[in-house]
Nanobody, 115 residues
Framework: QVQLVESGGGLVQAGGSLRLSCAAS????????MAWYRQAPGKEREFVARVDWGTGSTSYADSAKGRFTISRDNAKNTVYLQMNSLKPEDTATYYC????????WGQGTQVTVSS
């Protein structure tokens, strides 16, 4: 079955960095773009970044552009989100998504940025 397992979240001070990982399995990766979303308490889930699994083309939310980088390692079937210059407003649960139709979701990893 399809599995997306996020890891790498934690507590970090403002200005610090984290690298999130999403290990994917159970489907043909060439048919899926991969993306990161996040959801803060009381807010809707929002798009953060996306990478075309086949071409490597990327796109970012305005809030992430210039600070976050999405990438993937095909040999490891893993998608990453490098987050630099973190701000308290980045605090959220971060979710990995395999994008096709409504897509598949991971369980999420918590990122907390203290001021």
């Amino acid at each position: 079955q399809v599995q997306l397992v996020e890891s790498g979240g934690g507590l970090v001070q403002a200005g610090g960095s984290l690298r999130l990982s999403c290990a994917a399995s159970g489907f043909t990766f060439s048919n899926y773009d991969m993306a990161w979303y996040r959801q803060a308490p009381g807010k809707e889930r929002e798009f953060v970044a996306r990478v075309d699994w086949g071409t490597g083309s990327t796109s970012y939310a305005d809030s992430a552009k210039g600070r976050f980088t999405i990438s993937r390692d095909n040999a490891k079937n893993t998608v990453y989100l490098q987050m630099n210059s973190l701000k308290p407003e980045d605090t959220a649960t971060y979710y990995c998504k395999a994008v096709r139709g409504t897509g598949y979701w991971g369980q999420g990893t918590q990122v907390t940025v203290s001021s």
